[in-house]
């Protein structure tokens, strides 16, 4: 879901993949961080999508 609004919204600098979204899903009290490729080296998958 999130990179489906992180895509549609464009979020970020166009061309950069700078852009961070975190979705926050309250009903079952989850978290996901959905990072632009820019980002990877800063923010890797790993951390970016485990849930807090």
């Known amino acids: 879901m999130g990179i489906v609004i992180y895509t549609k919204w464009g979020i970020g600098e ?3 993949g700078n852009g961070v979204l975190i979705t926050v899903a309250m009903d079952n009290k989850r978290t996901w961080i ?6 990877e080296g800063i923010i890797p998958d790993a951390t ?3 849930g807090w």
């Open 14 to 16: 166009k061309g950069k």
């Open 34 to 39: 959905t990072t632009g490729y820019g980002l």
């Open 48 to 50: 970016a999508g485990s």
